[in-house]
């Protein structure tokens, strides 16, 4: 009988074995589906901030071009004025100021 009882005890201790294997199994199982649930939920934010960051490229390209047409008009404008400044040389001063005071005006604006 005492066979019996061996047999019986390995056979029980082999359950326990394979019990805690099926337990260590299914954790890491688990550990698993929970980090590509992560990593998934990552991808899309990452996505997310990229098209954003797309979008937020092409208004600043936009702004840079307006700042650019600005800049542009700016110097046009005070070449003009220079120019104009320039022929009114031999005016007299009295012309010159009034000049100055009209485009300093629109300059403001």
């Given at each position: 009988m005492t066979l019996f009882y061996v047999i019986i005890a390995c056979i029980s201790e082999m359950k326990k074995i394979q019990s805690s294997a099926n337990q260590?199994?299914?954790?890491?199982?688990?550990?698993?589906?929970?980090?590509?649930?992560?990593l998934?939920?990552?991808?899309?934010e990452l996505e997310l901030r990229r098209i954003e960051l797309e979008k937020r490229?092409?208004?600043?390209?936009?702004?840079r071009k307006k700042l650019d047409e600005e800049i542009n008009k700016v110097h046009c404008f005070s070449n003009f004025v220079s120019s104009f400044l320039s022929l009114c040389d031999?005016?007299?001063c009295e012309m010159k100021i009034k000049v100055k005071i009209l485009f300093k005006g629109d300059e403001l604006r």
């Open positions: 260590h199994f299914q954790s890491v199982l688990n550990g698993h589906e929970r980090l590509k649930l992560q998934e939920s990552q991808k899309r490229e092409a208004r600043n390209e936009s702004e031999s005016h007299s």
